[in-house]
């Protein structure tokens, strides 16, 4: 059984060769026809600062999908305040909203003020103060992009949320893997783990401050625990065969999992205070990757007792288990749309492996990348966008697409092959 997995790992892990260094911007692999114009005028007074916010605010924006940001040198002015602003120049542009700004420092920080602008309309929508030292000036921005973007769409934005990924590097017995948390955006990447044997299947707790993940330290799978601000982390699994795919529920005090210690992988769930273990499939199937249901009352995950990776809801109530996926040969990985109407998953189409969306009221299937080798698909928790891991060439890398499919792009990563990225929740 060793020998298997690691076959299987080793498989998994070397679809690519050793990654050089990404280079550290957000690459737009297809556009949104439909998004609405926005300028994003750069801040008076930021030529000095360590970020410009106004940029960032301006890639935050863009890779929404929702906007399309005017170039700055298609500017004909740079006005830093809604007094200065000759709405008829930005019409003439045909721009729907205006963001302007300046940034000076405070004491060891800055400030930072900030408008948003209805173009068409003529009027002041938003305004505010924000401050923050040198080294958030990063997150300053990622808040203003927040505030614009619900401002205008009525949908909260996600822009200071983070994302989990792994990367391995070298070949063979050289083989060095590590666990990121990055920005949204991909920047600010920190390693919260290195080991020389394989990290798989982060997932992150409900209040983002701990994830749960896969390491194999102790040649053989065991799920961890760790909390991102100490460190500390606890050894949840260690059984015999398989202990794989943990996944945390909406109140934060189970995790779901695959574990294979009775036979087959089958699912279970762990109250983490207790340790204590609730079977929840008893089949000779493969039975793997759950998901909970934002209302926390079902799963879904991926079993072969179809004769194919298909996807499968278990109600946790009555213990029924209901197939959900018809279209194609292989659907997999399931993840719920935070509102629970949808399913974000893996299908194999005639062009290989895509991230597609799944209603789940009529079943019908849509695909929503382009690209033919994606892998782990995970939601934005306010469900505009999808984060997956991808083939670029010989090597993984992060991707993102709409929840529509209308735009999708490339991110920044840490160095090495990327796999399996994770979406952290709203972290306030």
Do not use: C
Not at 24 to 52: H, Q, W, Y
Not at 138 to 155: L, W
Not at 285 to 303: C, N
Not at 334 to 358: K, M, N, W
Request: no cysteine; charged share 25%.
């Amino acid at each position: 059984m060793k020998a298997m997995m690691t076959a299987w790992l080793t498989a998994a892990l070397l679809l690519a060769s050793q990654l050089a260094q990404a280079n550290l911007t957000i690459e737009i692999t297809r556009g949104n026809e439909s998004a609405t114009p926005i300028a994003v005028v750069p801040f008076a007074g930021g030529e000095g600062l360590p970020e410009d916010v106004a940029q960032v605010v301006h890639d935050d924006l863009e890779r929404s999908g929702y906007f399309e940001p005017l170039p700055r040198r298609q500017m004909m002015d740079q006005p830093s305040e809604s007094e200065q602003v000759r709405f008829g120049d930005w019409q003439a542009l045909d721009t729907r909203y205006l963001v302007v700004g300046s940034a000076e420092r405070e004491g060891d920080g800055y400030r930072l003020r900030y408008e948003l602008l209805d173009v068409s309309g003529e009027q002041r929508m938003l305004g505010e103060v924000v401050t923050a030292d040198a080294g958030g000036l990063r997150g300053a921005a990622h808040y203003i992009s927040d505030q614009v973007f619900e401002a205008i769409t009525d949908i909260r934005g996600a822009f200071s949320t983070r994302i989990a990924y792994v990367t391995s590097q070298g070949v063979g017995d050289d083989m060095q893997f590590a666990l990121y948390v990055a920005d949204a955006d991909g920047h600010n990447s920190q390693q919260v783990l290195s080991s020389r044997e394989p990290i798989l299947s982060p997932s992150w707790s409900p209040d983002g401050g701990k994830l749960a993940y896969v390491s194999f330290e102790t040649e053989r799978p065991a799920i961890y625990v760790q909390e991102l601000g100490s460190g500390k982390r606890a050894r949840l699994t260690d059984f015999q065969g398989l202990n794989s795919a943990p996944a945390w529920s909406p109140d934060g005090r189970r995790l779901a999992m695959s574990l294979s210690k009775d036979g087959q992988p089958d699912i279970y769930v762990m109250d983490i205070a207790s340790r204590n273990l609730q079977r929840l499939t008893r089949d000779s199937a493969i039975d793997t990757e759950p998901s909970w249901a934002p209302d926390g009352r079902s799963l879904v995950f991926t079993s072969d007792r179809s004769g194919g990776p298909q996807l499968y809801r278990h109600d946790l109530g009555s213990g029924e288990q209901k197939r959900l996926t018809f279209t194609g040969n292989y659907n997999a990985r399931g993840r719920f749309s935070p509102d629970g109407e949808s399913l974000f998953l893996i299908h194999r189409s005639d062009r290989g492996y895509q991230v597609a969306r799944q209603d789940l009221d009529s079943g019908r299937l849509v695909t929503l990348s382009d690209s033919r080798w994606d892998e782990s698909p995970s939601v934005a928790p306010n469900g505009t966008m999808v984060l997956f891991a991808t083939q670029q060439g010989n090597s993984g890398v992060l991707g993102a697409v709409t929840a529509d499919g209308r735009a999708s792009f490339r991110l920044p990563s840490a160095r090495g092959d990327v796999r399996e990225p994770a979406w952290s929740p709203f972290l306030n």
